[in-house]
C-alpha cells in the first residue's frame, strides 16, 4: 500500500480553508483525513478528549514539546495549539493523506521538517469579499477586522513556499481543485520506486 502525504491549507482568517478541508473529507473520506491536535485550552460544550482534541495542561504541553513531539506548534492568545507526529504517521499509514489546517508559520515549520510536504494556499476572489466575509461572522470587533485586513498582505509575502494557490469563490470548485491537487501529487512516483513495484529490484 502506498503511502500517503502530507498536505497543508493555509490562507488568511475569514477565505474558508476550514470549510473547504471539512467538505473535501465529507465528499472523500477514503482520499483524506486530519489528525487530532493537542490544545491546552479547556474543552467546549460537547467536546471529547481524543476526538476533537487532546486537552492538556501548559506542563503537559511543555514536556511534549521538550520532547519532541510536536510537527508544529502555534499560539493563540493565551491558548498553545500543536500537531503531533505520532497522529500524522497513523493517518499516513493507513494509506491517506494528511491534511493540516494550518497557519503559514506553521505550513513553513511542517515543510522543513518533511520536505516532501505539499503546501495550499486559498485565495479569496479579492480582498473585498474577504473582508465582507469577516464582517458576515459577526464574530469580530471593528478593530479585530481591521487587524486582518492588514495582515493579508503580510501573509501573501509569506506564501512563497507554498506550491499551489487554489481561489475560494465558488466552494464546490475549491474543493475539486484541492482534490485534483491531491490526486495528481498521488500519482507522482520516482522511476527506483516504480521498478521496485513492479520487478522488485530498484
Known amino acids: 500500500m502506498k503511502k500517503g502525504k502530507v498536505f497543508v491549507v493555509s490562507g488568511p482568517s475569514g477565505v474558508g480553508k476550514g470549510t473547504i478541508c471539512a467538505e473535501l473529507m465529507a465528499r472523500y473520506p477514503s482520499l483524506a483525513a486530519t489528525t487530532v491536535s493537542v490544545t491546552t485550552r479547556a474543552p ?6 481524543g476526538v476533537h482534541y487532546y486537552f492538556r495542561t501548559e506542563e503537559e504541553f511543555d514536556r511534549l514539546l521538550k520532547e ?20 500524522v504517521e497513523k493517518v499516513l499509514d493507513s494509506g491517506k493523506n494528511v491534511i493540516l489546517e494550518i497557519e503559514m508559520l506553521g505550513g513553513a515549520n511542517v515543510k ?15 480582498l473585498e469579499t474577504l473582508t465582507a466575509r469577516i464582517k458576515g461572522r459577526g464574530s469580530e470587533t471593528a478593530e479585530e ?10 501573509e501573501f509575502d509569506q506564501a512563497a513556499p507554498y506550491e499551489y494557490f487554489v481561489v475560494n469563490d465558488d466552494l464546490a470548485d475549491a474543493v475539486e481543485h484541492l482534490k485534483a491537487i491531491i490526486v495528481a501529487e498521488g500519482l507522482k512516483d520516482t522511476l527506483q ?6 520487478f522488485g529490484r530498484d
Do not use: C, W
Open 44 to 49: 467546549r460544550p460537547g467536546e471529547r478528549d
Open 68 to 87: 519532541g513531539m510536536f510537527l508544529e506548534t502555534v499560539d493563540k492568545f493565551t491558548h498553545r495549539y500543536g500537531t503531533l507526529f505520532s497522529e
Open 112 to 126: 522543513k521538517r518533511i520536505p516532501e510536504a505539499v503546501l495550499v494556499f486559498i485565495l479569496p476572489p479579492s
Open 145 to 154: 477586522i481591521a487587524f486582518r485586513q492588514a495582515q493579508v498582505e503580510k
Open 193 to 198: 520506486d516504480v521498478k521496485q513495484n513492479y
